[in-house]
């Protein structure tokens, strides 16, 4: 997973988690680093951070597509969304 600018691919969610510390994930798509388009799901691990605070995982399996866990990361976006055009609209009418 790389992004460069915000642009790139990122992985984004956590469900499903096993006593083994794995969990259910997804891969998208990032423009500004907003989930614009799922790519796949996979079962990951955390592994460590590097030098940059970034996590590095294990990717354990791969999955089929978790349609949940899209739904729910479009709504999250949705609502950040709102929530800052809500803020935007308030300063600007003062």
Known sequence: MLTINGIGTKIYGKKDQKQDGSYTTTKWFVF???PILPISSHRVKDH???DFMQVQYYFLEDIPLDKEQVVSTY??????VAIVIFILFLFASQ
Do not use: D, M, P, S
């Open 48 to 50: 460590e951070k590097n």
């Open 75 to 80: 709504g999250k976006v949705a609502l950040g």
């Open 32 to 34: 500004f680093f907003l």
